[in-house]
């Protein structure tokens, strides 16, 4: 089963990109990702637990559904229209933006970092990390209130400032503003949502070429070993060197096992509770329901400890096989219509797109975007006011 659902996205992958002659449409990078993942774990040495379980079969139910929906959308969206491939975002908002992440940035790391110091100097790297995960409930990030929110302002600012502002030195600084917000967090994840964006916008605009987006591919990889070295140091001047082959293969392989062997369809306490979790944080908030299910889920054995599930994860623990058709086919009509727009000169689409990629990147470790709705609202909101308040172009739409 593991070499036929290999050997049918491997050629999904290479009829999308027959198609769309572009290695980073979602015809080519949703297969493409999986067909990787399923070829690691037959060539990594691992001891993970066989596929033997509903994944594999519930894998191809939802790259077929997200195929589908996404070429349909594709072919039905409409080209950008001149407005919006011509309509430029505010440079107040911009403006605002960025004063905002300068003055306001460093205030929100360098409490974080301080924290951690003050509490536990000898484990700070670590003490970073369980801060910002929330695994245990005595360690808690700082309450900065609204502050919070320039975390995800200084984010999308990141891609605005690539595509409509010509200083360097501007777009150096907000760059370094959100390695350095990567870095606090200690998250792999975070410091892939900055650059993949990054070096796709790049490569889009055509400010780099392909074999530069892979050097920050490599770079990254690179990063993550680092930072993975640092976070399991026992003290400051102890990092423990990570070896490779384990490392990978805890990373990009254990989710699917831990998905095969633990996860049970319809299963959720409550009626799509994974899914829908913001809107039971909000329920609960104002006093109706209990509270919201765990953003860290938990650990289970693989036989390496792992509490990562995949992409699937939320679907088919509240909904089953049908949540994982019917949100494979809702992802897929929002990536084709992103990537319609995005490939016939829509900026707006441009970015929301880029961030949206990380999403197809990650769906071996988790789902992200149902998870975290809230940020992503967030960087949607933030990606929308600078056009809202342009300047209307004075010639009408083509």
Known sequence: MLLLTFVILLLLTAGGYYLSRDLFSPFVLEPG???????????????????????????????????????????YTSPSSFSSRERKPSSLVLGIYFWASVVFMPVVIGVTIWV????DPVNMFRYLRIMNTGVDEEIEAPDLGILYYLVSMTYVLLFFMLIYVKKKWMIAVVLVLNLMFAFVTMAKTV?????????????????????????????????SFVLQSVRSASSQ??????????????????????????VEPESAREWGSHTFRLFYAIGH?????????????????????????????????????????????????AYGFLYKKTVTGGK???????????????????????????????????????FLFAKKLRYGAD
């Open 285 to 333: 908030a104002l006093g109706m329901g209990e509270e919201p299910e765990d953003t860290i889920l938990p650990f289970v054995g693989v036989p390496e400890l792992t509490n990562t599930y995949t992409v699937l994860y939320p679907f088919y623990i509240d909904f089953g096989m049908f949540g994982v058709f019917f949100f494979s086919l809702c992802y897929g009509c």
């Open 116 to 119: 951690a110091y003050v509490e």
């Open 191 to 223: 410091f892939l949502s900055v650059i993949f964006p990054f070096l796709y916008i790049a490569y889009q605009d055509g400010k780099i070429k392909i074999r530069h987006f892979l050097y920050g591919v490599v770079g990254f990889v690179v990063l």
């Open 348 to 386: 707006m689409a441009e970015v929301i797109y880029a961030i949206g990629l990380c999403f197809i990147m990650l769906e071996f470790i988790g789902e992200f975007f149902f998870t975290n709705l809230s940020q992503e609202i967030q960087h949607i909101f933030f990606v929308l006011l600078p």
């Open 33 to 75: 990702i999986w067909s990787l993942i399923l070829l690691l774990f037959q060539l990594l040495p691992h001891g993970f637990y066989p596929l033997v379980g509903d994944f594999l079969s519930a894998l191809l139910l939802w790259n077929v559904g997200f195929l589908l929906a996404a070429y349909a959308c594709f072919y």
């Open 237 to 262: 001047d102890d990092v423990e060197v990570v070896e490779a082959t384990p490392f990978i293969s805890l990373y990009l392989l254990s989710s699917m096992p831990a998905f095969d062997t633990y």
